[in-house]
């Protein structure tokens, strides 16, 4: 018999042994961290054959985890399959908990084999690992949680703790609504309870477009909303026509950090693994290809639960159908009193929508027949109901029925290819157009090419009207419930029901003026861009304004890739500073280096600002390899860019890209030439010049002089409203203030460097921080911290897909050996594994504690 001394639970570890080894010594630390007992077959001299050692072993543990890469394993003698599918296979009576390394070019046949027997049987979940770091942090938290659901004794004061969130609540995500829900208690009660039962992680909230899916799921969302560790995340998709950009949208929502090239799935992936949360996606229908990505990030996120909204199920099979009914009315056997038809929920919807636009509608007597009749007569359909009711600021419900009466006859339904109650509301959808005059509804058609809204002065320009006219379309469309209007602080925005839209697209496209629309549509965005450049104050308030506009930016360069290129590298180099400050620059270089393919069509001072963006970029996301063939390409073009300022710009791109190859020296001469000529230019680039010849003057140890720039990068951070320069200006002041011993100073540098807001601190100046902070703490003979502030840094890089900036890479490895030596390795590779685990909102916490005034 094989007993520990302490009878604690014993957990056997299966895997081939020398391709794993250091896997397996991460599993073996995860096990030991909650008190458990590691149980390891290892080959040696002993007195029993491997496999009666390891079988023995084996039946004497209490859970089972299973490690897979790429080898199958050995096989003994007498035997057919290897001892670890033997192992596998003896363990079905325990909990198990298997894992498999991606990627695993050479993985055997036999092993495959072995794996996609799994995935068919279906009867065990695995999860998918890339590091043995990553390894440790995911069976520690299954085990944890495999502890509290299998091995506790029930609830109470005794029972083990559920997993603790790695992010704290963020900001409501949820959409606020501005009408009530009526008739979904229900609905609402019903899902809720879906969402709460334990084998429950994906609800789809199907039916046809209209029928009130969103409005339910963000109700839903609302209750259960406190359940989650933070919170629920509504993701909105119906601007979305590509499966491949669905995962990079959720990224943006959860706050995952999308640089670099690592796939999206993972990214997300990482950054939900240790909480659970509740995403809302709304409107997959046009893109229910991602299913096989959803089903993926489900497998790989234990706490993660999905509320879906679509026209279609996903056909996975984690996924719970749930069909949205219409708001029915039922037959009648005799007229009933007033008040009752008053409650029922289809009416109350007419009455509450017919207020919205009669303040003093009410059901009467004289009106009841008419409203109930026109309820049913749309199938009670929300979308529909809604529409009819808008009508009441003209006709009454009486004259109202007999309208409806015509026009569904003379529209007849949908294609026979779309489901009935979909074809009921492509009926509802044309009459509400056919109430409209043909100028209307010419109207209505350009406008569907906008994507997720438009301004006044947009729909000015596609449409091809003046102004006044302009105003007096979109009221009367507003008047029929066609299109919505939102007034905030930037000023008005349109916009249009994804089921309008999508009847109104129909009609551009039949009309024939639809190529002409979609030009008109890409010049006004592009022209929107290129004729704004970067302003020299209120830069958050530009940025703003372009993330108002995003999807239609979107929907232009698009255009501009498949008619002409050639506007696009202008549009890049400006909209470069908006995806630096809003974290867009995955999406910027997928669209750059398509550009480059054709680069040859373009002119030389288009080639020039292709180059330039290219190559700043790279540096940004980590791309080595891109940023050294933009420096050929810059290289190439010295002399003979004919613009002064793309001259400066161009030689900033070198400064940036040359610390790759340790050209310390050249960088320092561009960035000190592109800073002269951008400042006799009065040129916002300049604020970058001034960033980067302090960032390298640091290099050299001319403090002084870095001080010197690094303050007036600083300064024209705040001329210019631009938190992203600030940050990183006052992360790198606090650095030569560490260095001088100004401890004081640093400490306050270092908390302004991250501001009040953790959701304003990007990836990357968050990085630069922690780096300061590892200094600061260094300094102050807390060598833990600093290695834990390192270990932050470098898991914040590793989760977005970054590199520390070329610049900056020689003094952190530096940083990083001084503090070794302070602790012995064991101390410092478990700080190091603790920081990497940090979220960024816990990364900031660290670096405000780090530098906290010392009482």
Not at 348 to 373: I, M, W
Not at 408 to 422: K, M, N, S, Y
Not at 549 to 567: G, K, Y
Request: charged residues 25%; negative net charge.
């Amino acid at each position: 018999m094989i007993r520990t001394p302490d009878q604690r639970l014993r957990v056997f570890v299966s895997s081939t042994l020398a391709e794993l080894a250091d896997e397996r010594v991460a599993v073996s630390h995860a096990i030991s961290a909650l008190h458990l007992t590691p149980v390891l077959f290892e080959l040696g001299a002993r007195p029993h054959p491997p496999r009666e050692l390891y079988r023995a072993y084996l039946a004497q543990s209490d859970i089972f985890v299973g490690l897979y890469w790429q080898r199958y394993g050995w096989i003994g003698p007498d035997m057919d399959i290897s001892g670890l599918e033997d192992e596998f296979r003896l363990s079905h009576s325990i909990p198990r908990l298997l894992y498999v390394k991606t990627p695993a070019p050479e993985r055997e046949p036999r092993l495959t084999a072995m794996i996609e027997e799994l995935q068919s049987e279906g009867s065990d979940s695995y999860r998918s690992f890339r590091s043995a770091r990553e390894l440790g942090r995911l069976v520690r938290d299954d085990l944890a949680l495999l502890l509290s659901e299998r091995f506790s004794s029930g609830g109470g004061a005794d029972a083990p703790a559920s997993r603790a969130s790695s992010t704290e609540r963020g900001t409501r995500s949820l959409p606020v609504t501005s009408t009530s829900l009526v008739g979904r208690e229900h609905d609402i009660d019903e899902v809720a309870k879906l969402l709460q039962t334990p084998e429950v992680r994906l609800v789809t909230l199907t039916g046809p477009g209209g029928i009130g899916k969103t409005r339910l799921a963000i109700a839903v969302a609302e209750k259960v909303d406190t359940q989650y560790d933070n919170g629920a995340v509504f993701v909105p998709l119906s601007s979305i026509a590509q499966s491949d950009l669905v995962m990079p949208r959720i990224a943006t929502a959860v706050g995952a950090s999308m640089e670099g090239s690592r796939s999206a799935v993972d990214v997300v992936a990482e950054h939900l693994a240790d909480g659970r949360v509740l995403l809302v996606l709304d409107n997959l229908e046009q893109v229910v290809g991602v299913a096989p990505e959803i089903d993926e990030l489900l497998a790989a996120c234990r706490g993660l639960e999905i509320l879906a909204t679509s026209r279609a199920v996903l056909r996975l099979r984690a996924e719970r159908d749930y069909p949205v009914g219409p708001l029915t009315v039922p037959p009648f056997s005799q007229w009933p009193p007033l008040g009752e038809l008053a409650s029922l929920p289809a009416v109350q919807l007419f009455l509450d929508r017919a207020r919205a636009v009669r303040y003093d509608f009410t059901l009467t007597d004289d009106n009841a027949s008419a409203v109930v009749e026109i309820c049913k007569r749309l199938d009670g359909l929300p979308l529909a109901i809604e529409l009819a009711a808008a009508r009441t600021r003209l006709l009454d419900p009486a004259a109202l029925l007999v309208r409806l009466g015509r026009s569904l006859d003379a529209l007849g339904t949908g294609p026979v290819d779309l489901p009935e109650r979909q074809r009921t509301l492509r009926a509802t959808v044309e009459w509400s157009v056919g109430l409209l005059d043909d100028e209307e509804e010419h109207m209505l058609a350009t406008l569907s090419v906008f994507a997720d809204g438009w301004t006044l002065d947009a729909a000015v320009h596609v449409a091809e009207v003046d102004e006044d006219r302009a105003l007096d379309l979109l009221d009367s469309l507003a008047g029929h419930s066609l299109v919505s209007v939102e007034a905030n602080d930037a000023g008005v925005r349109f916009r249009m029901l994804v089921s309008v839209r999508e009847l109104a697209a129909e009609r551009l496209a039949a009309s024939g003026d639809l190529a002409d629309v979609e030009r008109r549509h890409a010049e006004y965005f592009g022209a929107l861009v290129e004729n704004a450049d970067w302003p020299a104050e209120r830069q958050a308030e530009w940025a703003e304004r372009l993330q108002a506009d995003e999807e239609n930016l979107r929907v232009a360069i698009s255009w501009f890739l498949t008619h002409d290129i050639a506007p696009l590298p202008h549009i890049f180099r400006i909209l470069w500073l908006f995806w630096q400050m809003r974290g867009r620059m995955p999406e910027g270089r997928s669209w750059i280096d398509e550009v480059q393919l054709r680069s040859d069509a373009l002119d030389g001072r288009a080639h020039a600002e292709l180059l330039f963006t290219s190559g700043v970029t790279a540096v940004e996301v980590g791309d080595d390899e891109g940023g050294l063939a933009a420096l050929d390409g810059l290289r190439r073009l010295e002399g003979q860019i004919d613009d002064p300022y793309l001259e400066c710009a161009a030689l900033l791109a070198v400064s940036w890209i040359l610390p790759i190859v340790d050209d310390f020296d050249g960088a320092l001469e561009a960035a000190s030439t592109a800073l002269d000529g951008l400042r006799a230019q009065n040129q916002p680039l300049m604020a970058f010049a001034a960033l980067t010849v302090g960032m390298l003057e640091m290099c050299f140890g001319h403090d002084e002089a870095a001080s010197e720039h690094l303050t007036e990068a600083d300064e024209l951070g705040d001329q210019f409203d631009n938190s992203w320069l600030q940050a990183a200006a006052r992360s790198r002041l606090a650095s030569i203030a560490v260095r001088a011993g100004r401890l004081d100073d640093a400490r306050s540098l270092l908390l302004e460097s991250v501001g009040s807001d953790d959701a304003e601190v990007s990836a990357l100046t968050l990085t630069f921080s922690l780096v300061v902070a590892a200094q600061l703490a260094l300094a102050e003979g807390d060598a833990r911290r600093a290695t834990i502030a390192l270990g932050a840094a470098d898991g914040l890089r590793r989760q977005a897909g970054l590199r520390a900036w070329p610049s900056t890479r020689r003094g952190e490895a530096e940083l990083a050996m001084s503090v070794s030596k302070e602790m012995d390795a064991k101390a410092f590779g478990d700080a190091q594994a603790e920081g990497s685990e940090l979220s960024h909102r816990d990364a900031v916490a660290l670096i405000r504690d780090v530098a906290a005034p010392i009482a």
